[in-house]
């Protein structure tokens, strides 16, 4: 399953080899022998048809046979919508890909952050731009930095996090006045230490709900901000704004990450994902001995 999650998050290139289709068809087909344990009346409707051929060939046995929609929702809800097998899933074929992004990536974030996903719904909209399985990836990976690209010098490899907290309270403080009445949910930064000369850096991400009719899209464009010439959103391939060129960081936004003020920078793509960096503040001798 690592090679596939790998692959669903950029890290690998795409492969089209048949071992990873056997694979990914058999952890779902083994993982059936549970559904006997679940009730019927846990089945949710579902409505996908299958309008796509396999992308690896047309006499791939993954055209033939397809699991239903019910059974395969009802293996996942049992494996706890784990996101390594839903990344394998999506490798098999093209009908496997879109059941994967229209179901159960949406599945795998309203079980992870399920307050959040609720609210980022309420407008009525029934999809989070950039798509279920970019917000999947949002919620579950730091991306780090390559050097020479988003953030000068920084170079810290993007990991796996277990547990992450996304706080709309803290997302007011990324928000000039101007945009006060926007949402956005923030995550706490992920801390690495002795990554940088002037300090321990802290990545940060989070995503703004209906970003299409928010204040900051709407005053970047007034201020004539530019899109960075090469680098895109680790999560949905979207082009990107610098806030930090638009001179839309508040110092509020420092106080929140308790960094510096000169060494706060972060992105915002088009679809409305954000993700930045700091330096965070050294402890003082009080909080030493009060964690001591």
């Known amino acids: 399953p690592w090679c596939c999650f790998l692959h669903f998050l950029g890290l690998l290139p795409p492969t089209r080899s ?18 006997d344990r679940i009730a019927p ?21 993954c055209t033939k ?19 390594k097998l839903i990344a394998a899933l999506s490798c098999v074929c093209k009908w496997f890909d879109d059941l994967s992004k229209q179901v159960l990536w949406k599945e795998f974030c309203k079980t992870r952050a399920p307050k959040m996903m609720l609210d980022l719904q309420s407008s009525g909209s029934h999809s989070v731009d950039g798509n279920w399985r970019a917000l999947g990836k949002l919620l579950i990976f730091c991306s780090g930095c390559r050097q020479g690209s988003l953030f000068n010098n920084v170079q810290v490899p993007g990991h796996f996090v277990n547990k992450t907290r996304f706080s709309r309270t803290s997302g007011k403080s990324f ?11 923030v995550s706490d930064p992920c801390e690495h230490i002795g990554q940088s000369e002037e300090g321990d850096l802290g990545f940060f991400r989070g995503i703004f709900k209906s970003f299409a009719s928010s204040n900051v899209r709407r005053m970047l464009i007034n201020r ?27 110092q509020t936004a420092s106080c929140r990450l308790g960094s510096y003020e ?6 915002v ?6 993700l930045g960096v700091c330096t965070l503040l050294p402890l003082s001798d009080s909080e030493d001995v009060s964690e001591e």
């Open 18 to 35: 048949l071992s990873l289709c056997i694979f990914a068809a058999l952890s779902v087909c083994c993982s059936v022998l549970f559904v």
């Open 262 to 267: 000169d060494y706060t920078e972060y992105y």
């Open 175 to 185: 928000l000039m006045p101007q945009c006060i009445n926007d949402v956005l949910y």
């Open 224 to 250: 004539g901000a530019q899109l960075h010439q090469t680098e895109i959103c680790p999560y949905c391939k979207a082009k990107l704004w610098s806030m930090l060129q638009a001179n839309m960081i508040p």
């Open 41 to 61: 009346t846990q089945v949710k409707r579902m409505i996908l048809t299958k309008q796509y051929r396999c992308v690896h060939s047309a006499s791939c046995q």
């Open 269 to 274: 793509c088009l679809n409305g994902h954000l």
């Open 65 to 83: 046979g397809h699991l239903s929609e019910d059974v395969i929702f009802l293996v996942f809800q049992h494996l706890n919508w784990n996101p």
